[in-house]
């Protein structure tokens, strides 16, 4: 019993701080910022987003400290890692496959 005690601890401290930010991110959406043009981004909870009014669909999943999307532009899989610990109002700079933008969680 100590020893599943112990383990149930570790797990819960070696959680990664990132997946916050993942679940503010998919919870609240973000405003993405490429080029001085804001971009409204909507997650729902069974692993769909939209963006751009709608122009752009497609799925996400959390895999790690990643947010991996494909979209009706990017059919591929493509992977971005998150900074750790963000929250409903923060803005920071990601840079993923496509290139940097800003990143402001709604």
Do not use: H
């Amino acid at each position: 019993m100590r020893k599943l005690l112990i383990g149930v601890a570790l797990a819960a401290f070696a959680a990664p701080a990132f997946a916050d930010t993942l679940k503010e991110v998919t919870t609240r959406g973000i405003v993405l910022t490429v080029q001085g043009m804001d971009i409204d981004v909507v997650y729902t909870p069974d692993g769909k987003f939209t963006a751009a009014e709608g122009a752009v669909t497609g799925t996400w999943r959390i895999d790690g400290d990643k947010l991996c999307t494909t979209s009706n532009f990017a059919p591929d899989e493509e992977c971005t890692v998150y900074p750790k610990d963000k929250k409903s109002g923060d803005t920071f700079e990601l840079t993923g496959p496509a290139g940097t933008a800003t990143i402001r969680i709604k």
